[in-house]
């Protein structure tokens, strides 16, 4: 009996002349299947890029050596840790946890009312004489900038916290400073005494507004300048 000889030769083994029926033709056909079906599989896996490894608990940095805005309505340039700095170096003997309660309050109160944080934190050292107080207000009163202080009969404002303090002089610099509204409910007992609204719009104007000193602004302007530093 004539046996017809199988001349049908597997399309990926064609050109070396292998049968599909024979054992190394059933074996490649069996790899080249297998790697037909894992190639696109792998191709579809997603793998996450590469990414730096990040310190989240780093501070955001401040650049030195930018002097603060002297505009009462500009925004603070300094974050709380740099304001804290600067009033140690000037007074390094000062009740830490307290300058840094104080520096982070008055940066959170100024935001609320759109208020240059870094001129009401330098004008908060030169009143209180970077917390050393004088023979009118002391320190049990959260008077910051010496609100309502005139004499021994009438020694200035007092407030229950050192965010209302805080909230206080940011208020009566907002009057000086801006004919904006406030934002935050009134705590600034002399903040209808202030007329025209928005009279001192730089640290300059409040010299002989605010103090009667002429160069109170010039004072408050020296410590802007120093701060640049921190």
Same mark, same amino acid.
């Given at each position: 009996?004539?046996? %017809?000889?199988?001349?049908? @030769?597997?399309?990926?083994?064609?050109?070396?002349? =292998?049968? %599909?029926?024979?054992?190394?033709?059933? &074996?490649?056909?069996?790899? =080249?299947?297998?790697?037909?079906?894992?190639?696109?599989?792998?191709?579809?896996?997603? &793998?996450?890029?590469?990414?730096?490894?990040?310190?989240?608990?780093?501070?955001?940095?401040?650049?030195?050596?930018?002097?603060?805005?002297?505009?009462?309505?500009?925004?603070?340039?300094?974050?709380?840790?740099?304001?804290?700095?600067?009033?140690?170096?000037? /007074?390094?003997?000062?009740?830490?946890?307290?300058? %840094?309660?104080?520096?982070? !309050?008055?940066?959170?109160?100024?935001?609320?009312?759109?208020?240059?944080?870094?001129?009401?934190?330098?004008?908060?050292?030169?009143?209180? $004489?970077?917390?050393? &107080? $004088?023979?009118?207000?002391?320190?049990?009163?959260?008077?910051?900038?010496?609100?309502?202080?005139?004499?021994?009969?009438? /020694? $200035?404002?007092?407030?229950?916290?050192? /965010?209302? $303090?805080? /909230?206080?002089? @940011?208020?009566?610099?907002?009057?000086?400073?801006?004919?904006?509204? !406030?934002?935050?409910?009134? =705590?600034?007992?002399?903040?209808?005494?202030?007329?025209?609204?928005? %009279?001192?719009?730089?640290?300059?104007?409040?010299?002989?507004?605010?103090?009667?000193?002429?160069?109170?602004?010039?004072? =408050?302007?020296?410590?802007?300048?120093?701060?640049?530093?921190?």
């Amino acid at each position: 009996m004539n046996v %017809k000889a199988n001349t049908h @030769i597997c399309p990926a083994v064609k050109g070396v002349g =292998i049968s %599909k029926n024979s054992p190394l033709g059933t &074996f490649l056909l069996f790899y =080249i299947f297998c790697t037909c079906l894992c190639v696109p599989i792998i191709s579809c896996v997603s &793998f996450p890029p590469h990414s730096p490894k990040t310190d989240s608990s780093a501070a955001v940095p401040v650049e030195k050596g930018l002097v603060p805005s002297f505009v009462i309505t500009a925004k603070g340039i300094k974050n709380a840790d740099s304001l804290a700095a600067f009033f140690m170096h000037e /007074r390094p003997s000062a009740n830490a946890a307290k300058v %840094k309660r104080l520096a982070a !309050l008055y940066v959170e109160e100024a935001l609320l009312e759109g208020i240059n944080s870094d001129a009401a934190f330098a004008q908060m050292c030169l009143e209180t $004489g970077f917390l050393r &107080f $004088g023979t009118l207000v002391s320190e049990d009163m959260n008077n910051f900038c010496g609100l309502g202080s005139i004499d021994t009969s009438q /020694r $200035g404002n007092r407030f229950n916290s050192e /965010r209302e $303090g805080v /909230r206080a002089h @940011i208020q009566h610099l907002k009057a000086y400073g801006s004919t904006e509204l !406030l934002n935050m409910p009134l =705590i600034d007992q002399r903040y209808k005494w202030v007329q025209p609204k928005g %009279k001192a719009p730089t640290v300059y104007g409040l010299g002989g507004t605010w103090a009667s000193d002429p160069l109170y602004g010039k004072k =408050i302007a020296g410590l802007l300048e120093r701060m640049k530093d921190f």
